[in-house]
């Protein structure tokens, strides 16, 4: 049975899968995601920034795999969300200060939740096919008082999330629609990552749990 590999830490994409019937193989990549895309040239759109990053973890995990594989037939699949607003890419804020002023800047508004996907097919710890894309998800935000912004940003929960936000936690509560794909906001399309799996010859039903 082919395994997939998730090169990330991300919790949220690992409900994700285990949610739509797969168990993943979890590998943190050590990439550092600043480098990478402050290594990018400065032409490079958001799209291609965000795919870039997901590239660079996938790719990192798949190059540790011929040493501990557990499975000759794997699928690696990386990600990299940030939210685009005017014009600009954000990622995690990190920070309280930067999380409150990325809140106040977005609230009422509304912003593209981008996330690149990278899957890679690995055969015998060697890496065979590729396939990139990225999705795209408008995200209408709220408008929170200042009190529970207080609040919400004291939970920690938006420090480490890109945009500084969560569909799937406490920041739903703030969030008003999307326009899109819900799985993507909260770090990994359904939709997208299937068609990825097809391009390097991976039906989904290959990867689902045992049902019975």
Do not use: N
């Not at 890109?162 to 920041?171: I, K, R, S, W, Y």
């Not at 008003?176 to 990552?193: A, E, N, T």
Request: with cysteine.
């Amino acid at each position: 049975m082919t395994r997939l590999v998730l090169a990330s830490a991300s919790p949220a994409r690992r409900s994700v899968l285990r949610a739509a019937g797969i168990e993943p193989i979890v590998r943190v990549s050590d990439v550092d995601e600043d480098a990478v895309a402050a290594a990018l040239p400065a032409d490079t759109g958001p799209r291609e920034v965000v795919v870039e990053l997901a590239r660079a973890k996938a790719r990192a995990v798949a190059s540790t795999l011929a040493d501990d594989a557990p499975d000759p037939d794997l699928v690696v699949v990386g990600c990299d969300s940030m939210l685009l607003i005017d014009g600009a890419l954000q990622g995690k804020p990190h920070t309280p200060e930067v999380a409150l002023a990325r809140w106040q800047a977005m609230a009422g508004h509304f912003a593209d939740l981008v996330t690149g996907h990278c899957v890679l097919r690995v055969r015998d710890g060697v890496v065979t096919t590729e396939a990139i894309d990225c999705s795209a998800t408008t995200v209408h935000f709220g408008k929170p008082d200042p009190a529970e912004l207080d609040a919400y940003i004291a939970t920690g929960e938006p420090l480490q999330v890109a945009g500084a936000f969560t569909l799937d936690g406490l920041g739903g509560w703030f969030v008003d629609r999307i326009d899109g794909d819900p799985s993507s906001v909260v770090g990994i399309g359904l939709p997208l990552l299937r068609r990825l799996l097809q391009e390097v010859g991976v039906g989904v039903a290959q990867l689902w749990a045992d049902r019975t």
